[in-house]
């Protein structure tokens, strides 16, 4: 019996036991693996397929008996089962046209297990589910067949932590560039997949649109053992922005805008995680935001109209008066 088909089986004899299994009756049941050698080397044996078993996640550990059970191997099926999640009919159906409308996008992470997932939403919603009528456009540039392709080695990779070597097209460079990243994780904003990792050659976290990896090859020895860990507290909002204003093109600056009209109740939708207050004037609110783009924060607020304008800094009230001056002049309209 390979290594394989061993720890399969050890898992299936674990769940279906009833009482905690001694070493004697588990040598039992495997002769060809635990008996016909000494006794150290079968331990020394069984120890490296538990170990296996735990680092894999099935949690399996040695109790003491007493007067109403022996010694032995048991699992903590707390530990091993999900709790049942009770959700409603509505829910269910929410959430399985959530996910068929991601497999329908050009390219996605993970088609495979997320698909193996909605079958079993299927499965124990015991009835028919919708087809939902949605579909997530990623645009030519973000879609094909080498982007789909990407995306799933990269979701292998940031799942088994092994790093990955490529070839990118950096918008600053005519020629490629190999990078060898460990990959921390995918993200998708704005319509557009960023790999998060560590690169070998800055030696600092980086960022890279995966639709500019020409090749990728991800490392394949010693596949079951990690090439590295994420540290600790990683967080992908500290390094994807998720508005134009929060890309870091230079340091940072604080921003107080006035909203009035009909923005005036949507100053956290329209600048989340801001400050904001009303204004003495009691007809508009002030917005406080930190700002890395201040170019990318004042297009913005010049496609709100009016309704939105730039107090402070005094370099900022004159970049966007710039800004607009420019644009009048471009389409022949005086200042």
């Given at each position: ?5 061993r ?6 004899l ?10 004697a ?5 495997f ?24 680092e894999l996640?099935?949690?399996?550990t ?8 022996k ?15 009770d959700l ?5 159906a ?5 996910g068929s ?10 088609r ?8 079993k939403?299927g ?6 589910l919708?087809?939902p009528?949605v ?19 990269l979701?292998?990779?940031?799942a088994g ?6 070839s ?18 995918l993200?998708?904003r ?15 976290v ?14 394949t ?6 090439d ?9 909002d500290?390094h ?10 230079h340091?940072r600056v604080d ?9 005036l109740a949507?100053?956290t ?10 204004a003495?004037d009691?007809?508009s ?5 930190p700002?890395?783009?201040?170019d990318?924060?004042?297009r ?16 900022a009230?004159?970049r ?16």
């Amino acid at each position: 019996m390979d290594r394989t088909e061993r720890l399969l089986d050890l898992v299936a004899l674990f769940l279906d036991a009833r009482e905690p299994i001694p070493w004697a009756e588990l040598r039992e049941h495997f002769p060809h693996d635990y008996m016909g050698i000494s006794d150290d080397a079968a331990e020394r044996k069984f120890e490296r397929d538990k170990a296996e078993l735990l680092e894999l996640g099935f949690p399996l550990t040695y109790i003491q008996g007493d007067d109403e059970r022996k010694d032995g191997y048991v699992v903590d099926r707390d530990a091993y089962y999900l709790p049942e999640v009770d959700l409603s009919k509505e829910e269910l159906a929410v959430l399985y046209a959530a996910g068929s409308a991601a497999l329908t996008a050009g390219a996605f992470p993970g088609r495979d297990d997320l698909s193996h997932a909605l079958r079993k939403i299927g499965f124990f919603a015991g009835h028919a589910l919708p087809t939902p009528r949605v579909r997530m456009e990623l645009g030519t540039e973000q879609d094909g067949p080498q982007l789909a392709a990407h995306l799933e080695q990269l979701w292998q990779a940031c799942a088994g932590h092994k790093w990955v070597q490529m070839s990118y097209a950096s918008p600053k460079r005519s020629e490629l560039i190999d990078r060898k990243v460990d990959p921390y994780g995918l993200t998708l904003r704005r319509g557009i997949w960023t790999l998060v990792g560590f690169c070998h050659l800055r030696q600092d976290v980086r960022t890279f649109h995966v639709h500019r990896i020409r090749s990728l090859k991800a490392n394949t020895a010693r596949p079951r053992t990690p090439d590295f860990e994420v540290p600790e507290g990683f967080a992908f909002d500290d390094h994807v922005a998720s508005y134009p204003w929060q890309h870091r093109f230079h340091p940072r600056v604080d921003v107080r805008l006035r909203l009035s009209g009909e923005l005036l109740a949507r100053g956290t939708t329209l600048f989340p995680g801001a400050s904001v207050a009303p204004a003495e004037d009691g007809e508009s609110v002030l917005v406080d935001l930190p700002v890395t783009f201040l170019d990318g924060l004042l297009r913005f607020c010049l496609q709100l109209g009016p309704a939105c304008h730039v107090e402070a800094p005094e370099d900022a009230r004159q970049r966007v008066k710039d800004m607009a001056t420019s644009i009048l002049e471009k389409h022949g309209v005086a200042a």
